[in-house]
């Protein structure tokens, strides 16, 4: 059964999917939410590469699920990332909107189907309660601050985000939106085409 962990890191290297590891596999993307005063925000830039390629700058990354109740965003393969995410409203449906029960079911069934551990994709998931990542391997990570990045650009959008809301008042999708603009400054993999969706 995969256990849901806290981290103040985005994630940790030791259990990772081969896509979390590999920087050159997850391109093209970068996902951000910020969670503050009872809000939640996830955005994400538009930024689809291939190769040396830009093929697309105006990508959508981040849906609503569940009756616009949970936010999702993905970093990976945008196929496998479509299967993971129809997989997850499923489990939605499933467990009637309880965001956690469907991640670690996910997560077990990612883990052990043979045709979904060849996918790779990371999720980031955010209710009104809580944010997870989801990883190929059975991980279920709860960040313990709130915030949460993936994909090639995470580790700047992460920095930026825990900077703005240590020393801002910004409300948690002005917080995104900035963090995901200075992730698409620095990695050449993100840009500034940018959608935020808040709860």
């Not at 993971?84 to 997560?107: D, H, P, S």
């Not at 580790?155 to 995104?176: E, F, N, Y």
Request: glycine residues 8%.
């Amino acid at each position: 059964m995969p256990r849901l962990t806290h981290s103040r890191t985005q994630l940790t290297s030791r259990r990772l999917p081969a896509a979390a590891t590999d920087p050159m596999r997850i391109r093209s993307t970068t996902i951000l939410s910020v969670r503050r005063d009872g809000r939640v925000a996830m955005g994400g830039d538009g930024q689809v590469t291939l190769g040396d390629s830009i093929l697309k700058s105006d990508a959508v990354k981040v849906r609503r699920l569940h009756k616009d109740s949970v936010l999702a965003g993905f970093a990976g393969a945008a196929a496998d990332a479509f299967a993971l995410i129809e997989r997850f409203e499923g489990k939605l449906e499933q467990f009637k909107g309880n965001t956690k029960r469907a991640a670690i079911e996910l997560a077990k069934d990612w883990r052990t189907d043979r045709a979904l551990r060849r996918l790779e994709s990371l999720l980031a998931v955010a209710d009104r309660e809580c944010s997870l990542i989801i990883g190929g391997n059975g991980d279920v990570i709860e960040p313990s601050d709130g915030i949460l990045a993936i994909g090639s650009g995470s580790t700047c959008a992460l920095a930026a985000a825990r900077a703005l809301l240590t020393h801002t008042a910004l409300a948690s999708s002005q917080i995104v939106e900035a963090g995901l603009k200075i992730a698409g400054e620095i990695n050449i993999y993100s840009n500034q085409h940018i959608t935020v969706e808040s709860l």
